[in-house]
């Protein structure tokens, strides 16, 4: 969702109160956000399910030449 708006790591973080690198590692799985910091992000991005927010991008299908 951050990707899609383009916004970067830095200015959400700051949005809602973590480090750079926190949100970095719960976007990449390493870590689970904290329940204060779910519900920061659910209210700046307008969700009102975590799994609309968490939920993985579809993979492009690779295309075969044939």
Do not use: C, H, M
């Amino acid at each position: 969702e951050r990707i899609v708006r383009n916004w970067t790591l830095e200015n959400v973080a700051k949005q809602i109160g973590i480090t750079k690198a926190t949100l970095q590692r719960i976007e990449t799985g390493k870590r689970k956000p904290s329940y204060e910091v779910l519900v920061k992000l659910l209210d700046l991005f307008g969700y009102d399910d975590p799994r609309g927010l968490f939920a993985e991008a579809p993979e492009q299908p690779i295309s075969s030449k044939e």
